[in-house]
């Protein structure tokens, strides 16, 4: 079993610590897993993997030159060992494939594994949290973040083909 070493850094807020790193999408994809409802009724809680946007994910990485800074959330589960070095700010973990539970960012995660290109991508990992701790912060997630308006996004497009009009780009 292969021992992965990153560096990281310790974050706490209101008590609770995580880890922020950037990992490979080729580690990421041997440690990590979703739990959803559909495949365990009674402890998963994400919804199912929509294939579709999985996809899209992965062309728009591979045919636009895409990019995503926006961090995967992880739990760590027992069974990586994963501990954190304060004095190298290095976190490691065994390589397990259901080592890391993914609580955020599954269609992004599963479209760059799609992509079938490695890339290293901003990662925040919870470490000892419980079932019931994984969940609340499932819910915290998905229910106090809010997405951009339509009406806005709508806007800004028909602003960004004003520009490139007036660039000559269109």
Same mark, same amino acid.
Request: aromatic share 10%; hydrophobic share 35%.
């Given at each position: =079993?292969?021992?992965?070493?990153?560096?990281?850094?310790?974050? /706490?807020?209101?008590?609770?610590?995580?880890?922020?790193?950037?990992?490979?999408?080729?580690?990421?994809?041997?440690?990590?897993?979703?739990?959803?409802?559909? $495949?365990?009724?009674?402890?998963?809680?994400?919804?199912?993997?929509?294939?579709?946007?999985?996809? *899209?994910?992965?062309?728009?990485?591979?045919?636009?030159?895409?990019?995503?800074?926006?961090?995967?959330?992880?739990?760590?589960?027992?069974?990586?060992?994963?501990?954190?070095?304060?004095?190298?700010?290095?976190?490691?973990?065994?390589?397990? /494939?259901?080592?890391? =539970?993914?609580?955020?960012? $599954?269609?992004?995660?599963?479209?760059?594994?799609?992509?079938?290109?490695?890339?290293?991508?901003?990662?925040?990992?919870?470490?000892?949290?419980?079932? =019931? *701790?994984?969940?609340?912060?499932?819910?915290?997630?998905?229910?106090?973040?809010?997405?951009?308006?339509?009406?806005?996004?709508?806007?800004?497009?028909?602003?960004?083909?004003?520009?490139?009009?007036?660039?000559? /780009?269109?």
């Amino acid at each position: =079993m292969s021992v992965h070493i990153y560096d990281a850094l310790l974050c /706490t807020q209101n008590k609770q610590e995580f880890y922020i790193t950037v990992l490979p999408t080729e580690v990421l994809e041997k440690v990590c897993y979703v739990s959803s409802r559909d $495949q365990d009724p009674k402890e998963g809680f994400q919804r199912s993997l929509n294939e579709s946007r999985a996809k *899209d994910i992965a062309n728009y990485m591979n045919n636009r030159d895409g990019f995503i800074p926006s961090a995967i959330i992880l739990s760590a589960q027992d069974s990586v060992q994963f501990s954190y070095n304060k004095k190298n700010n290095t976190i490691n973990f065994k390589e397990n /494939t259901h080592g890391f =539970m993914v609580l955020d960012g $599954q269609h992004r995660l599963y479209g760059l594994f799609k992509s079938g290109k490695n890339y290293y991508i901003p990662v925040v990992i919870f470490n000892n949290l419980n079932t =019931m *701790d994984e969940v609340n912060l499932f819910i915290d997630i998905n229910t106090t973040q809010k997405g951009v308006p339509t009406n806005l996004l709508l806007d800004i497009k028909n602003l960004l083909k004003y520009e490139n009009l007036i660039k000559g /780009t269109v």
